[in-house]
């Protein structure tokens, strides 16, 4: 692991553009549950009755139930060193973008800014029927299901199962990764697309890709180096590395 780290810290070093791709797994260390993990959110709840088109015009109060509980969740938590590690490494580089397919905007709270919502945030709400957003929405909401003006209801503004993602962050995302040096996929499990391709998009246009992740994933044979260990831990060191090879102290 060392041996890989201090490859990646020299690989970064000399990078003007970076491209990364983070999943719940960077925000487990602040307490926030994964999905697919053991006891993780899709273990407890069906997402077809709570994270699909059809559930929103089914049950909307359902869906603004099970939203409003991870919104719950999500504002008792803190940002962790992982998060932080990525606001630091930003102003290191010419170009850094950062994807997250995460809806906590723990990023942002870190610091991070410009951050692509691939998926959507639990902080915005809009109106299918009229287009109205409302950003940000209130905590805790007002009623539920919120009412819109145009006599229709707000949804949460998250990307369900079965939707195509914001076409102008997707875009974003993808022509960072096209054009990146060097790209990381963190913290997730590489299953849901298109998401998942961003950092193998940004390998086949030739990128130096890196993957942390405590376990291996169905990807991890496509990326060149694959940091196992806990994102809160990797990151901070990743950075003291990088500053280290940046001084000429390493
Ligand atoms: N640091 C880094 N990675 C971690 C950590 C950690 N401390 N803890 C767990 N992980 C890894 C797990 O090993 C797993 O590979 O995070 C990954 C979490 O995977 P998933 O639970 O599948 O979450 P994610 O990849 O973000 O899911 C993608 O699925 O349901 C949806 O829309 C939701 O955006 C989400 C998408």
């Known amino acids: 692991m060392t041996a890989d780290l201090d490859r990646v810290a020299e690989v970064l070093a000399g990078a003007s553009r970076v491209s990364v791709l983070t999943g719940s797994g960077i925000s487990a260390e602040s307490g926030v549950p994964t999905f697919r993990t053991e006891d993780g959110l899709w273990e407890n709840y069906r997402l077809e009755d709570v994270a699909t088109p059809e559930a929103v015009a089914r049950n909307p109060r359902g869906v603004w139930e099970f939203y409003e509980m991870r919104r719950a969740n999500m504002q008792a938590v803190q940002p962790n060193a992982g998060h932080f590690a990525l606001a630091e490494l930003a102003p290191m580089f010419e170009s850094f973008t950062l994807a997250t397919q995460n809806i906590d905007g723990l990023h942002q709270r870190a610091g991070s800014a410009d951050v692509l919502e691939v998926h959507g945030s639990l902080w915005r709400a809009h109106c299918d029927h009229c287009g109205r957003v409302v950003d940000p929405f209130p905590f805790p909401a007002p009623e539920i299901p919120p009412p819109c003006g145009c006599g229709e209801v707000l949804r949460p503004s998250v990307v369900l199962f079965g939707e195509a993602l914001p076409h102008d962050v997707f875009a974003a995302a993808t022509a960072a990764a096209s054009e ?63 500053r280290r090879v940046r001084e000429g102290t390493a």
């Open 180 to 242: 990146c040096d060097v790209a990381f996929s963190i913290g997730t499990s590489s299953v849901v697309w298109p998401a998942a391709g961003l950092p193998v998009l940004a390998g086949e246009r030739g990128a130096f890709v890196i993957e942390i992740n405590p376990a291996a994933t169905e990807l991890t044979p496509a990326f060149d180096v694959s940091l196992r260990g806990p994102a809160g831990t990797v990151l901070p060191d990743l950075v003291r590395r990088v």
